[in-house]
């Protein structure tokens, strides 16, 4: 088991940037594939980044693609999402997840198996 608490989440504005944090405690944190995802308001969650368990590879969906980076810090237990040049589009609860499976890249929901409660990032135009 491995509890996900996620911060970092705010209001800003198109081309800001903000980063989010995802502390995980519990279970050894580098045992754990991690991702986040958002869900946007009547819309189905959506994949956004992956890291490996080193934080070693990283994948991205190609909407953040070059604007978006993730990367972990095994010894404090938490992962990132550093965000530049946000637009609105990008306006959606963040969430973070745990995949244990190994499985590479893991970008559907289904192959997480633990995930937070989420972070609100609203971007106005």
């Known amino acids: 088991q491995v509890q996900l608490v996620e911060s970092g989440g705010g209001l800003v504005q198109t081309g800001d940037s903000l980063r989010l944090s995802c502390a995980a405690s519990g279970r050894t944190f580098s045992a754990y594939a991690m991702g986040w995802f958002r869900q946007a308001p009547g819309k189905e969650r959506e994949f956004v980044a992956a890291?490996?368990?080193?934080?070693?590879?990283?994948f991205y969906a190609d909407s953040v693609k070059g604007r978006f980076t993730i990367s972990r810090d095994n010894t404090k237990n938490t992962v990132y999402l550093q965000m530049n040049s946000l637009k609105p589009e990008d306006t959606a609860v963040y969430y973070c997840?745990?995949?244990?499976?190994?499985?590479?890249?893991?970008?559907?929901?289904?192959?997480?198996?633990?995930w937070g409660q989420g972070t609100q990032v609203t971007v106005s135009s």
């Open positions: 890291i490996s368990r080193s934080g070693g590879s990283t």
């Open positions: 997840a745990a995949d244990s499976r190994g499985s590479w890249p893991s970008t559907a929901r289904a192959s997480y198996d633990y």
